[in-house]
C-alpha cells in the first residue's frame, strides 16, 4: 500500500499523560498536513510542513501540541498533558508541491482516533 | 479568511433518485475547491477538483459539482444515487496562498432503498 500510513489506529490514554502519532506520507511527497476531526465536524487544520520545515501552525495547536518531521519523510504529532478535549480523529494528509498556481490534490490517511479518560 | 458552508447537515434520497448537495464558500480570490467523501472506517477521498477552467468539473464514482462565482457556490450532484453513496461529503477550499484546506461542516447522505 503506497497511500499515507498512520500509527496507531486508536489510542486510548488518561489525562494528563503524554501521546504520540506518526505519519507516512506518500513518498514523493514534499508536503505533509496534520489536521483534526471532531464527531460530526470537518476536519481542522493544524499545522503543515514542506519537506522538513513547518510552515503554518494553526492557533488550535497549543503550547501542549508539537508536530515534527526530520528529514522530511514521517512525521509525529505529540500531546503533552493530554485533556478530554484532546479527544478526536487527527489525520493526516500529503501532497505534492503545486505546480505553477495549480494547487494539488491531498491524499488523506485513515487517521489516529484519540480517546482520552 | 476563507469559509466553507453546508448549509445541509443530512439528507435523504431514495437509491435511483437525483442528489444535489450544496456548499457556500467565502474567499476573496479565486479560490480552489473540492469535495471528499468519507465513508465509516475510510480516509477521506477526493470526489472532484476546481482549480480554473471549465466550470462544471467530472469526478469518481459519477459525481460532478458546478462552480458558481456569482454565487460562491460549488454544488455536488449526482444523475442517480446508489446504496453505496451513503457517507459524509465534505466541500473544501483551499488558495493560492494557502495550501491547506478549509472545511465544511459536511453533509451525511442516506440512502433508502
Known amino acids: 500500500d503506497t497511500g499515507v500510513s498512520q500509527n496507531p489506529r486508536h489510542k486510548i490514554t488518561k489525562r494528563g499523560q503524554n501521546v504520540t502519532f506518526r505519519c507516512d506520507p506518500i513518498s514523493e511527497h514534499n508536503r505533509l498536513y496534520w489536521y483534526r476531526q471532531t464527531l460530526g465536524q470537518g476536519p481542522e487544520f493544524l499545522t503543515y510542513?514542506?519537506?522538513?520545515?513547518?510552515?503554518?501552525k494553526s492557533r488550535l495547536l497549543s503550547d501542549r501540541f508539537s508536530a515534527e518531521r526530520p528529514k522530511g519523510s514521517f512525521s509525529t504529532l505529540e500531546i503533552q498533558r493530554t485533556e478530554q478535549g484532546d479527544s478526536a480523529m487527527y489525520l493526516c494528509?500529503?501532497?505534492?508541491?503545486?505546480?505553477?498556481?495549480?494547487?494539488?490534490?491531498?491524499?488523506f490517511g485513515q487517521g489516529t482516533r484519540l480517546t482520552v479518560v | 479568511a476563507q469559509s466553507v458552508t453546508q448549509p445541509d447537515i443530512h439528507i435523504t434520497v431514495s437509491e435511483g433518485a437525483s442528489l444535489e448537495l450544496r456548499c457556500n464558500y467565502s474567499y476573496g480570490a479565486t479560490p480552489y475547491l473540492f469535495w471528499y467523501v468519507q465513508s465509516p472506517g475510510q480516509g477521506l477521498q477526493l470526489l472532484l477538483k476546481y482549480f480554473s477552467g471549465d466550470t462544471l468539473v467530472q469526478g469518481i464514482k459519477g459525481f460532478e459539482a458546478e462552480f458558481k462565482r456569482s454565487q460562491s457556490s460549488f454544488n455536488l450532484r449526482k444523475p442517480s444515487v446508489h446504496w453505496s453513496d451513503a457517507a459524509v461529503y465534505f466541500c473544501a477550499v483551499a488558495s493560492l496562498g494557502r495550501r491547506a484546506l478549509t472545511f465544511g461542516s459536511g453533509t451525511r447522505l442516506q440512502v433508502q432503498p
Open positions: 494528509a500529503s501532497s505534492s508541491l503545486p505546480t505553477g498556481d495549480m494547487n494539488t490534490e491531498a491524499f
Open positions: 510542513f514542506q519537506n522538513e520545515a513547518q510552515l503554518e
